[in-house]
């Protein structure tokens, strides 16, 4: 028996055979029809559409790279994985089976890298939110705990004073590395002399160990020289400190903030062909640490909590289309099955997205919608894409950073992550929500629990 093809419309389409125009070449698309060899078909058929896949074997890739990268430009390096950037449990743990700490920024992550079995010494405590009793615990198990504000500095010397422990301590330090508009909001300002007078507070007081430096300069970050900037005045501090104490820092940590290979929003041109390289970020850090007047006996460790360019290749959104329709102006759209509910960064990135099956060879600019009741749930406002029929399925590219973190019970539930293993073995990594599980955390007042319609 054979199946009735589709009616496609004729159409009449210009062919673009000389010079690219300001857009760029043709658009053509390959259909991606298998992640990690595994059919797309498959997998949203054993466990359901929308639904997230990580690559374990990519996440492995991209972190041994990264560490090559800058192992090959300076001789003590360490990274710490950002639990904000992804802090699921299986995740998580393939960072720390390939030697990485970790790096939270409260209290629910910093029990969440302990119950994952991470040693208390190789947690870095950040972010601006730390509870007496948070503080407390770091203490206890030695962790490294870098100080956000003079609030926390004092919590922290009277902590110290009633436990009778020394705390293990950095400061953040935010500054003018020529990137506007500045992060100034978290830490101790470098050019105004607060990250001077913290670290004076720290060193008079006695009763805590200054072990380290901090910054965090900004995210998605598009130009390596600033990491330069930031690390010539962390070491500059590190420089005062040693002259005027005796005192040698440990480690400078640089955090995060390296970009993706995504596309920002009202980028000229894609992501993968413009943004910088691990390596141009390697090299603006190691260079200027090495060339800095910093010299301690030993040169002091390099930390990076580096997050998003290690994961967001790493993982899909596998979806379905629900249906097609015009708008009042005639533009074509296609509602699928996930919003940004789930997919949030769609409101920072043109994600690629890619038909699923062969499809035909005309193409239209379509906006495409989420199946939220919103005007807002926009996963692309307007893309090039080949006409897709309802139950066709699509690939949402580079997914893995934040979506799965910053995601929202919100009309629709969550749904399940799977991570493809090195072997091609596919794990349950977290299951789709239902409503008994949201139920779960509800309770009804007596005099609400009957009514009569």
Known sequence: MTTKKRYERPVIKRLESNMPNKYGSRTEFEPVTHIENIPVSELIARYGSPVFVVSEKKIRKNYRAARQAFETRYPRVQFAWSYKTNYLNAVCNVFHQEGSWAEVVSGFEYDKAISNGVDGSKIIFNGP??????????????????????????????????????????????????????????????????????????????????????????????????????????????QMVQQKYDHEIKYIDMGGGFASRNTLKGSYLPGIDTNPHIDDFAEAIASA??????????????????????????????????????????????????????????????????????????????????????????????VSMPLLNKGDQVVVHSVGAYNMTQWMQFITLRPKVVMIDPEGTVHIIRNNEKLEYLMELEQMPQHLATFDL
């Open 129 to 238: 939110d730390k509870t007496e009793a948070d503080l407390k615990k770091a203490i206890t198990n030695n962790s490294l705990i870098h100080i956000d504000h003079l609030e926390e500095l004092y919590t922290l010397q009277e902590l110290a004073i009633s436990t009778k422990q020394k705390p293990k301590v950095a400061i953040r330090v935010n500054m003018d590395t020529g990137v506007y508009p500045m992060w100034d909001r978290f830490g101790f300002n470098f050019e105004n002399g607060q990250a001077w007078d913290a670290l004076n507070k720290i060193m008079y007081s006695g009763n805590m160990e200054l072990v380290g430096l901090h910054t965090h300069i900004g995210t998605f970050m598009l130009s390596p020289s600033a990491y330069a900037v930031a690390a010539s005045k962390l070491a500059r501090l590190a």
């Open 289 to 382: 640490l090495m060339n800095s007047d910093y010299r301690p006996k030993t040169p002091p460790l390099l930390i990076l909590e580096t997050g998003r360019a290690l994961i967001d290749d790493a993982a899909w959104l596998l979806g379905t289309v629900i249906a097609n329709k015009r708008l009042s102006d005639g533009k074509r759209t296609t509602i699928v099955d996930f919003g940004v509910n789930i997919l949030f960064t769609s409101f920072w990135y043109d994600h690629r997205v890619s038909p699923a099956q062969p499809h035909t060879a005309y193409s239209e600019d379509t906006v495409i919608y989420g199946p939220l009741c919103m005007n807002i749930d926009v996963i692309r406002e307007s």
